[in-house]
C-alpha cells in the first residue's frame, strides 16, 4: 500500500523550532518530487515547499522563505521539514504529499494524514 | 503570484443533484488545475488533474473542464459521501497556488 506517515508535530513557544518528518512506504521517493502543505485552522491548504527527486532543487512559499528548510534522505525513503523561528501564524496541520511529474500529471497525488504543529505561548 | 478565485465559497445541495464548483486564475495556466476533496479531519485527496483528468479510482460522476483561466468541476449526481470541502490547485508556476475552498454542504 502506497503510504505517507508524518510524525514530530506538537506544541512550540513562538521564536522556536520544530522538525517533522514523513515516512513513506509503497514507493520509492526517490521517482518522485515530494511536498509539503498545510491548513491552519478555519483555513484554506497552503503550499509550503517542494523539493526534486534528487534534492538538487527547492521552492518555497514566501511565508516560510529563509524560515523552513525541506530535505530528503532517498536512501531512508523519507522527507523532512524544518521550521525555524515558528511565528503564531504558522499554527496548522502540516501535510507531506507525493508530487506527480510527468504523463500530464502535475499535482499532489498521495497524502499523508498530517500532522499538528501549534506555535503558541 | 498566480491568484485562484474559487465561486462560490459554500453551496448546500441534495443527494442527487447536479452541482458546478467554478475556479478563476488571475492569469492562463494553460491546463494546469487540479481539484482536491477534503472531509473534515483527513487528508486531501485528489480528484481530477491537468483540468479535465480523473485520477484513478475517483467516481466517474466527477468531472473537470476549462483551460486558461477559467476552470470547472462538476459532480452530476450528489451523493452522500460527497459533502465536503473542495480546492483548485494551479501547478502552472511557483508558488503553487490553492483556491479558497467551497463548502458542499447538505441542503
Known amino acids: 500500500e502506497v503510504q505517507l506517515v508524518e510524525s514530530g508535530g506538537g506544541l512550540v513557544q513562538p521564536g522556536g523550532s520544530l522538525r517533522l518528518s514523513c515516512a513513506a512506504s509503497g514507493f520509492i521517493i526517490s521517482s518522485y518530487w515530494m511536498s509539503w502543505v498545510r491548513r491552519a485552522p478555519g483555513k484554506g491548504l497552503e503550499w509550503v515547499a517542494n523539493?526534486?527527486?534528487?534534492?538538487?532543487?527547492?521552492h518555497y512559499a514566501d511565508s516560510v522563505k529563509g524560515r523552513f528548510t525541506v530535505s530528503r534522505d532517498n536512501a531512508k525513503n523519507s522527507l523532512d521539514l524544518q521550521m525555524n523561528s515558528l511565528r503564531v501564524e504558522d499554527t496548522a496541520v502540516y501535510y507531506c504529499?507525493?508530487?506527480?511529474?510527468?504523463?500530464?500529471?502535475?499535482?499532489?497525488?498521495?497524502w499523508g494524514q498530517g500532522t499538528m504543529v501549534t506555535a503558541s505561548s | 503570484d498566480i491568484q485562484m478565485t474559487q465561486t462560490p465559497s459554500s453551496v448546500s445541495a441534495s443527494v442527487g443533484d447536479r452541482v458546478t464548483i467554478t475556479c478563476r486564475a488571475s492569469q492562463g495556466i494553460s491546463s494546469w488545475l487540479n481539484w482536491y476533496q477534503q472531509k473534515p479531519g483527513k487528508a486531501p485527496k485528489l480528484l481530477i488533474y491537468t483540468a479535465s483528468n480523473l485520477q484513478s479510482g475517483v467516481p466517474s460522476r466527477f468531472s473537470g473542464s476549462g483551460s486558461g483561466t477559467d476552470f470547472t468541476l462538476t459532480i452530476s449526481s450528489l451523493q452522500p459521501e460527497d459533502f465536503a470541502a473542495y480546492y483548485c490547485?494551479?501547478?502552472?508556476?511557483?508558488?503553487?497556488?490553492f483556491g479558497q475552498g467551497t463548502r458542499l454542504e447538505i441542503k
Open positions: 490547485q494551479q501547478s502552472n508556476s511557483y508558488p503553487i497556488t
Open positions: 504529499a507525493r508530487y506527480c511529474t510527468g504523463g500530464g500529471c502535475d499535482a499532489f497525488d498521495i
Open positions: 523539493i526534486k527527486k534528487d534534492g538538487s532543487e527547492k
